[in-house]
């Protein structure tokens, strides 16, 4: 006998022969989970925007004290760090099977195009072109672009990379300070 974990209530042996893993009654059950998970959703995106303000008003107190309030591309940098996350969305929709491998692709070179854009417009180039690397050069595996806080800037790289393979190509060369 196994109860559902959203209403107490006994789940059916027929519900439990289709899905024997299950822990949730039915549909009803299932959709209530989904809503419940777009709330946090929403509330974690709210939070993560409210604590990166934090960090980046912290940052400048950092930077005033060590004199890097001087650097020209400040704004820059802040404009691409608040966009850090798109290609990894865009790969974790990918990985739920919200998104075709296709529509991943065209994401990932749409988010290259703007980086190129927005480092251009301060001095910055691109020197080698992106679509050769919408897939790992070591691996095979799709790429992914990641933000490097150490360095201040974007590289493609590995969607395994935490899982060993540890191949990463930098395209773009930001403008100097």
């Not at 749409?110 to 251009?120: M, Y």
């Not at 201040?152 to 403008?175: A, D, E, R, V």
Request: glycine letters at 4%; one cysteine or more.
């Amino acid at each position: 006998m196994s109860i559902c974990v959203i209403c107490d209530k006994e789940i059916s042996e027929a519900r439990l022969k289709i899905f024997p893993k299950t822990n949730i009654c039915g549909r009803k059950c299932g959709e209530e989970i989904e809503q419940k998970h777009e709330v946090l959703q929403k509330e974690i995106d709210r939070a993560y925007a409210a604590s990166f303000q934090d960090l980046w008003h912290k940052q400048d107190n950092v930077s005033y004290q060590f004199g890097l309030d001087k650097l020209k591309n400040k704004e820059l940098i802040y404009k691409l760090v608040e966009k850090k996350n798109t290609c990894i969305v865009a790969h974790f929709k990918y990985k739920e099977n919200k998104i075709s491998k296709i529509s991943y692709i065209t994401e990932f070179k749409k988010f290259t195009w703007w980086i190129k854009e927005t480092l251009e417009k301060y001095g910055g180039k691109l020197i080698d072109t992106p679509l050769k690397y919408t897939t790992c050069q070591k691996c095979g595996n799709l790429s992914v672009v990641i933000w490097s806080p150490k360095f201040n800037n974007y590289f493609i790289g590995c969607t395994q990379y935490y899982k060993g393979c540890k191949w990463l190509k930098s395209i773009w060369i930001m403008p100097n300070n």
